[in-house]
């Protein structure tokens, strides 16, 4: 069975190869029948008997172990039918092979006789070939003479046909000239030129040239005339200094003449714009001149100038905006017109030949830049003296809108001119305009605070004016009527200047706003915003209010207060507030509104606070020294004028003496209103009325016992010098603070004081004497409640007293308990 | 009579606290150096009392003579003895106050209350101003100061009450000048034709209390007032004040130039207190001591002395807080340039030294 496996396998392969040879050939022809290679993952089992590594002995053992005797019947009988299968097989395959091979050994011995016969022949066309060459060869050989003939005719044509262009020139030029052909002229002058220049010397052609010459000469001058008129248009134009160039027209002559030109039309624009500057309130109809001059140049001009010029203007001159808009239309727009055309004439014009070499680009250039220059600044001076004449600060969209689109029009230049200064110019102008714009803003702003205060002034002097005609006596009942309006005109005041402020400040942004084309220039990013108006305009306006605060302490100080003392307390709060909150509140509005990014130093907000609270101070010191000394002159008039000496037994309070309790209440009202009540001594808050009459009579006994008892003269300045000893020196005129006892303390010491010095000037008689005690009696029953410290006011009285008894006569003082009824009674 | 409190002696300072009173509280106001005397110390203190004759008392040396009366003026001659100047021993004397020989009275009843009384500055002390209403009284003491009469009068018209509330004879101009004081204003008086020739409206605020003329420059002029303020002019330019201090707290009532070095300048006022300050940038030296101005060579040399030390600023030097009342009168000292005293209301003369220090820096 071993033997009939191995002659299934030799059939296939060449007996002679070995085992793995055998695997090559094999799997190669696996590869060309398209097989593909999975037999070889079981390939290494050696009981596949289908697989390359089959070991007959392994897997007979391996049947004999495993299968029980049928089954290895089967399995043999399986074996011996499948190896005749593959026998035929093989007998097939090999009978098909033989026949194959056979007919390939037929096929080769029939093409062996076809080819025998193809080489006969290919040698048959070869001769063919030769014969064919030496026949062409032979003809072209007896065609050479004619052929050399014809050549000859043919130049001598072309020759005479030259010649006749050039007879016929002059004609031809006339004849361009009286069409109008004038390109078509210089081109066949520019052809027939070279010629005539060679062959000058024979009389005829420099007839010829003469004759091309003159025509030429004639045709350049209507060219020029043409180019002079100048109503022709841009391509005209263009089409014009081309020939010209090409007529060996000095280049540079005609530059001048076309920018003569240019410039002609446009300063008759910028003299449009000066007579609208000039009578801006008349109908300014030098624009409808300028309209006429250039019809058509602009296509833009025409409809924007008709209706700014005839209707518009009329009225009381065109603002800004018109202004500017036709600058831009009709000025600027022109300037671009003719900068373009310029350029597209001279500069960027493909060069041909001769005219290359000229350099005409870089002259041209440099008078375009001087042209340019020159008529921008005109311009601009023109522009800048516009907005000089914007005064007025109401709308600042407007002149915004103006100078934006002034600037945005320029950009238009600095494209068509990258290198000219004119776009820098004009950004100059407007950070000018924006500078001034900012000035002009403080001055409103100031000129607004002197405005609202003038306001203020008025309203708190007319109800005053109004009531107290109306009720002579009430001095009280006046100022009731007037100072309830106080805290709400101190609102309204600071709400206004806010208002204002905030309003300018929106204007101001205008500058900065996105849409703008100047916005994002340096200046306006960073200097603008925090020098301009962080500084120049908020800054400045909050030193302006603490400064023109402190001027109003001064100037009014010395021509004795022409200032109403209530405006004073009222600036006093104002300042106040603004250094505890509305300073750092409109310094971070403003930050924020403009992101000011500080690359300069900036006043810090503690510095401007620390300015307003000095201004707050000053105003309130002098709002003290006013007041307390409209009452120092009260006292002042009723201790000169009266004849003390001879003076009747006192009855009543003195009047003055009532009004200066009166007016002390009353400025305690009006201070009440606007100021805190402030800290007093704690026991004043419990002293009554009775025990401290109980308290001065006790001492005023002790203190004028030695006028009774001359004997103890010592013990009384004993006395009174102890007492000065404990007690602590007043200051007079001392600073302030912010609350309403404060400043009551510090009108009242001054007016007692100025009655202390009057009253040790003057001679007293007995009753006298006595009139002044009930009145510093009658001044102590109101005053202590007003100070911080009563003691004070007792202190202050004594002296009174004591220096008037000094000062008297006959010395006698009155009964504590008859002052005491004649105070109660008045 | 007198009575003194405890002296204060040291090498440095000189104080002196000393009251003035006589029966009853007195109450002082007038205060006077002895000009015409130069060897001793000598301030001449006025009362001001209704009930008593009014003393004008001595001090720690003695003396006066001038008054202070209310509606009255008068001149009086000082007792021989201490003309002759025999004041070894002055605490004694001083419990003898000897009266004054009254010499004539100044009769002006016509023309109503003193402010003030002046004696000529320079010549023979024959010719005395007084200052009553609104007249100027230019009078002449004849047969050896017994008799006044009225040589020639001015007076002042205007609206309302005017008073004049304080004079100075100018020592300059050979004594052909006076400035007064009327409420705001200060005017300037020609002696010769008895017309005013400036006037500064308006110089303070309120009341000018007194007035001093520069003694080294002639146009030169402070004038203290109700303001607090001691404003210094050059009355050549009287529309603005040349400078002009605030330091008092409340009316200032005397200012005082110091008569040989004027940088010094003396105020007093009802604050209770007393401020000497050292104008050096008015004064006649401003570039410290011994600059002459005429001589311009001198004066840079002594510039580039002045470069070694540091220049005087115009400072307060000192205030003196003594007294207890309101000061009226501050006086130097006509002997001793560097003692001055201030008297207040309670009748309480201090007298205090310009610091040492400050001393030798002016002469030094």
């Known amino acids: 069975r071993r033997n009939e496996i191995n002659v299934t396998k030799y059939s296939t392969t060449p007996p002679d190869s070995d085992p793995t040879g055998r695997r090559q050939v094999h799997s190669m022809l696996k590869l060309y029948y398209g097989m593909n290679e999975e037999g070889k993952v079981e390939s290494l089992d050696p009981c596949d008997i289908n697989g390359p590594h089959f070991d007959p002995e392994v897997y007979l053992n391996k049947l004999r172990k495993e299968c029980s005797l049928g089954e290895l019947m089967d399995h043999e009988s399986c074996t011996v039918k499948q190896i005749r299968s593959l026998d035929s097989d093989m007998q097939t395959l090999v009978y098909e092979n033989y026949n194959k091979f056979i007919s390939a050994t037929d096929t080769i011995r029939k093409m062996k006789n076809d080819f025998k016969k193809m080489e006969d022949e290919m040698d048959c066309l070869s001769a063919n070939m030769a014969a064919i060459t030496e026949f062409s060869a032979h003809i072209s050989g007896t065609l050479q003479d004619q052929h050399a003939q014809i050549t000859k005719l043919s130049g001598v044509h072309t020759l005479l046909r030259k010649l006749q262009f050039l007879f016929e020139l002059p004609a031809r030029l006339n004849k361009c000239l009286e069409l109008q052909a004038y390109a078509q002229a210089v081109s066949a002058h520019r052809r027939a030129r070279c010629v005539l220049q060679q062959y000058s010397h024979m009389p005829s052609f420099r007839g010829i040239q003469d004759d091309c010459h003159v025509i030429m000469e004639q045709l350049a001058q209507q060219l020029r005339q043409k180019f002079r008129d100048g109503g022709s248009s841009a391509k005209d134009l263009s089409e014009c200094v081309e020939l010209l160039l090409q007529l060996d027209e000095p280049a540079e002559e005609l530059c001048d003449k076309f920018l003569s030109h240019a410039q002609s039309r446009l300063e008759a624009d910028l003299q449009g714009l000066e007579a609208e500057l000039i009578d801006s309130l008349v109908t300014d109809t030098g624009g409808g001149l300028v309209q006429k001059t250039n019809p058509g140049s602009n296509p833009v001009s025409p409809s924007s100038s008709s209706t700014t010029n005839p209707f518009l203007s009329p009225t009381a001159g065109t603002d800004i905006l018109e202004f500017i808009d036709r600058g831009c239309n009709e000025f600027v727009s022109n300037l671009c017109l003719v900068i373009a055309s310029y350029q597209e004439l001279f500069i960027n014009h493909p060069q041909e030949g001769e005219l290359a070499s000229k350099k005409i680009p870089e002259m041209a250039n440099g008078k375009l830049h001087v042209f340019v220059d020159t008529l921008a600044a005109r311009y601009f001076s023109l522009v800048e003296r516009r907005i000089q004449e914007e005064k007025g600060v109401g709308d600042n969209s407007l002149l915004v809108r103006a100078l934006d689109r002034f600037h945005r029009r320029l950009q238009a230049i600095s494209k068509l001119l990258p290198g000219s200064a004119v776009p820098s110019q004009g950004t100059e102008i407007v950070v000018r305009a924006a500078r001034e714009r900012i000035k002009q803003y403080l001055s409103a702003l100031q000129t607004f605070y002197h405005d609202s205060l003038t306001d203020v002034r008025q309203a708190l002097a007319a109800p005053r004016l109004s009531v107290g005609g109306a009720s002579a006596s009430g001095g009280g009942a006046t100022s009731k009527d007037a100072t309830p309006s106080l805290p709400e005109l101190l609102t309204s005041l600071s709400n206004f200047i806010l208002n204002q402020l905030k309003s300018v400040l929106a204007s101001v942004h205008l500058f900065t706003a996105k849409d703008i084309t100047f916005s994002n220039k340096p200046y306006f990013k960073g200097e603008f915003c925090s020098q301009g108006v962080r500084e120049g305009l908020v800054v400045s306006f909050i030193k302006f209010i603490c400064q023109s605060s402190r001027q109003y302490c001064e100037s009014a100080g010395d021509r004795g207060g022409s200032t109403p003392p209530a405006l004073l307390l009222l600036l006093s709060r104002l300042c106040l507030d603004y250094e505890t909150s509305t300073i750092s509140y409109i310094l971070t509005l403003t930050d924020e509104q403009f992101l000011v990014q500080h690359h300069t130093p900036v006043t810090p907000v503690t510095a401007l606070c620390a300015e307003a609270r000095e201004a707050a101070q000053k105003l309130l010191n002098h709002y003290v020294k006013v007041q307390g000394l409209i009452i120092s002159q009260m006292l002042r008039k009723s201790v000169e004028t009266r004849d003390w000496v001879n003076t009747i037994e006192p009855r009543n309070v003195r009047a003055v003496m009532k009004r200066v309790v009166e007016d002390t209440t009353s400025i305690d009202v009006q201070v009440g209103l606007l100021y805190e009540e402030g800290v007093r001594k704690a026991h004043s808050s419990d002293s009554s009325k009775r025990t401290f009459s109980v308290y001065s009579s006790s001492r005023q006994q002790i203190r004028y016992a030695p006028s009774y008892t001359p004997s103890a003269p010592m013990d009384t300045s004993l006395l009174s010098n102890i007492h000065k000893l404990f007690s602590e020196r007043i200051d007079i005129f001392s600073p302030v603070e912010f609350n309403k006892v404060s400043v009551l303390t510090g009108i009242i010491k001054i007016s007692l004081k100025t009655f202390l010095e009057c009253v040790r000037l003057r001679t007293f008689g007995r009753y006298g004497l006595q009139q002044i005690q009930v009145d510093c009696h009658y001044l102590q029953m109101y005053l202590w409640r007003f100070v911080s410290d009563e003691n004070l006011v007792h202190f202050l009285l004594d002296e009174i007293v004591g220096s008037a008894a000094h000062r008297c006569l006959d010395p006698s003082p009155m009964e504590q308990s008859v002052i005491e009824v004649i105070c109660e009674r008045g | ?364």
């Not at chain 2, 100061?145 to 050979?174: R, V």
């Not at chain 2, 300048?265 to 401020?275: A, K, N, Q, Y």
């Not at chain 2, 008297?343 to 002016?362: E, Q, T």
């Open chain 2, 1 to 364: 009579m007198e009575r003194c409190f405890p002296f204060q002696t040291s090498v440095t300072v000189y104080k002196a606290y000393t009251r003035v009173e006589s029966d009853a509280n007195t109450i002082a106001r007038a205060l006077t150096a002895q000009t015409a005397e130069t060897d001793a110390i000598r301030f001449l203190v006025g009362t001001q009392s209704l009930k008593f004759d009014n003393q004008i008392t001595n001090e720690p040396k003695r003396l006066s003579s001038e008054n202070r009366v209310l509606t009255c003026a008068a001149v009086w001659r000082m007792p021989p003895e201490w003309e002759s100047g025999s004041h070894e021993s002055p605490d004694d004397s001083s419990n003898n106050p000897q009266t004054l020989e009254l010499l004539c009275h100044l009769d002006n009843t016509a023309h109503g209350s003193v402010a003030c009384v002046l004696w000529e500055p320079l010549g023979d002390g024959k010719r005395v101003i007084s200052l009553a209403e609104n007249h100027v009284l230019l009078w002449d003491l004849q047969e050896s100061s017994t008799k006044a009469t009225i040589s020639s009068t001015a007076t002042l018209e205007g609206k309302g009450q005017l008073k004049f509330t304080a004079g100075k004879w100018s020592p300059h101009h050979n004594s052909t000048q006076l400035v007064t004081a009327n409420d705001t204003a200060i005017r300037g008086w020609d002696l010769r034709s008895m017309s005013q020739i400036y006037c500064i409206e308006n110089a303070h605020g309120q009341l000018v209390r007194d007035l001093d003329f520069n003694p080294n420059k002639q146009y030169y002029l402070a004038s203290c007032g109700d303001d607090c303020k001691v404003k210094f002019w050059d009355v050549r330019h009287i529309n603005e004040p040349v400078k002009c201090l605030e330091e008092h707290s409340h009316w200032v009532w005397s200012v005082r130039y110091n008569h040989s070095h004027d940088q010094l300048l003396l105020t007093g006022s009802s604050d209770s207190r007393v401020i000497l300050s050292n104008m050096v940038s008015i004064s006649s030296e401003p570039f410290g001591h011994l600059v002459d101005d005429d001589d311009l060579s001198d004066n840079e040399e002594n510039q580039q002395e002045d470069k070694g030390k540091e220049p005087l600023q115009d400072s307060i030097i000192a205030t003196y807080e003594e007294h207890e009342d309101s000061v009226y009168a501050v006086e130097w000292s006509a002997a001793d340039p560097w003692l001055f005293a201030s008297l207040s209301y309670d009748g309480r003369l201090v007298i205090n030294r310009v610091p040492r220090a400050l001393k030798y820096r002016i002469l030094l």
